[in-house]
């Protein structure tokens, strides 16, 4: 991870070469600027985690500046310098948002200790902040079970988490990719910091240009204020980018910049931002074929697939059905109120024979039916009812013509046998609602909807 940036805002040169030397050595980078326009350039290209500010310099003074700083960074601490001390001009600075005001000639040993408080109390406010929007449950494990696919996962995270690299998890849906990436980022070297995550299925170009990279003021007509992107809040944490495949092929190009040079604009900026954030990116395609015929950019792919994590379909372990099951009746049970719920052998057995199209997510979904069509604590085979949930064949197609073509008959056939309901076509076809929604888009398609 980056060392603390500091920003120091002073016009004497002699003061930032001294204050240079003294707090790059006690392990912070430190960048300069001479005046207020300078400071607010500096600022607006780049998050710091503390910024010392002279109080009077040649295009204003700090106080003022102040309120333009909080614009940009809210939250940034701030340390103002004087050479003319009062109780009245320290009075006006912390009441304009100054978090210290030190006289000069300053005491560096002083300044260091202010300026390193002040960072682990930003720091120890992020981390609440983070801490505050997770669950307070218990996280899922991610490797639960015994099954020798599992146990290689397990094995192959432990390698990868403690990593700045990018990881890319594939695995079909429903397999638990999100509960993998929120594993790697708790147990990493930045557990302590953000953990953002964006589903990117079903978002517009605009939309999700918006959402991770944030926009300027008037970027566009609904963009009334400035806006900080995801990128921005997981400063110094990780960013999850869930089904990347679905990614517009231009947002992309904005994309690799940031895994390349850790820089990128807001819409509607002309200025580079830099910041520090580990990329995790998941997805339920095959990114290698997508890429060698041109669907996703070859040169993202070959980036983020440095580290690759394959979670492993239901199916391939079967083995670990049963500890899943009583895992996840636990956390049924707590969520509805009831006792301790346990599954009867023949229960078991049924659930181990099932193929598990939906994987973790499917089963998950079939123990809360059962739960609530059982009257007391036992589930029993009939309970579970995995008749019904079984997938209607999917409709034939002729294989002639291109990929694309055939998928697009696939759909359209699908589609038409369900009445025109996106529920049901999605669920024969075994991909998510937004995922379907983006195809039918794509080629013009009007689904009837979702009820029927």
């Not at 964006?198 to 204020?225: D, M």
């Not at 992309?252 to 990128?264: N, P, T």
């Not at 346990?342 to 099932?354: S, Y």
Request: charged fraction near 30%; charge should be neutral; proline fraction near 4%.
């Amino acid at each position: 991870m980056a060392r603390p940036r500091l920003l120091v805002v002073d016009d004497d040169e002699a003061i930032r070469f001294t204050l240079r030397e003294y707090l790059d050595g006690l392990g912070y980078d430190l960048d300069e600027a001479a005046g207020c326009g300078e400071a607010l350039q500096r600022l607006a290209a780049g998050r710091f985690d503390a910024i010392v500010l002279d109080y009077a310099m040649p295009d204003g003074n700090s106080v003022d500046l102040l309120p333009r700083l909080r614009q940009v960074d809210a939250d940034v601490p701030v340390v103002i310098l004087t050479g003319h001390g009062t109780i009245e001009l320290a009075v006006r600075a912390i009441q304009a948002g100054a978090d210290q005001f030190l006289t000069k000639p300053i005491e560096l040993q002083a300044l260091g200790l202010v300026v390193e408080r002040l960072v682990d109390k930003r720091r120890a406010g992020r981390r609440e902040r983070a801490g505050q929007r997770r669950e307070q449950r218990e996280a899922p494990d991610p490797f639960l079970g015994r099954s020798r696919a599992i146990r290689q996962l397990a094995d192959e995270a432990r390698r990868v988490v403690a990593s700045d690299s990018p990881v890319l998890i594939e695995g079909e849906t429903g397999t638990g990719k999100g509960v993998l990436a929120a594993w790697l980022h708790a147990n990493g070297p930045r557990a302590a910091e953000a953990f953002v995550d964006l589903n990117c299925a079903g978002l517009s170009r605009e939309l999700l240009e918006s959402e991770l990279f944030g926009h300027e003021r008037g970027a566009f007509t609904t963009a009334v204020a400035a806006k900080p992107g995801l990128l921005e809040i997981a400063h110094r944490g990780s960013v999850f980018l869930d089904e990347l495949a679905e990614m517009d092929l231009a947002v992309q190009a904005r994309l690799l910049k940031v895994v390349e040079e850790q820089r990128f604009r807001r819409v509607g900026d002309v200025r580079d931002r830099q910041v520090d954030v580990r990329l995790i990116a998941a997805t339920h395609r095959d990114l290698r074929a997508m890429a060698s015929r041109q669907a996703f950019r070859s040169d993202l792919y070959f980036r983020l697939s440095t580290l690759p994590l394959r979670v492993p379909p239901l199916r391939e372990r079967a083995e670990d059905v049963p500890l899943l099951a009583e895992r996840l009746l636990v956390r049924i049970g707590r969520d509805m109120g009831r006792g301790d719920l346990e599954l009867a052998a023949a229960a078991v057995d049924l659930l181990q024979g099932w193929s598990w199209p939906g994987n973790v997510r499917e089963l998950r979904n079939v123990l809360e039916r059962a739960a609530l069509l059982c009257d007391g604590d036992r589930i029993e085979a009939r309970h579970l009812r995995l008749d019904a949930a079984a997938p209607a064949a999917a409709p034939e197609v002729a294989l002639a013509g291109t990929l694309a073509e055939i998928e697009r008959r696939a759909v359209e056939a699908a589609l038409r046998e369900s009445g025109g309901n996106v529920v049901r076509t999605a669920t024969r076809l075994g991909i998510s609602r937004s995922t379907l929604y983006a195809k039918l888009k794509a080629w013009g398609l009007e689904p009837r909807g979702e009820a029927g």
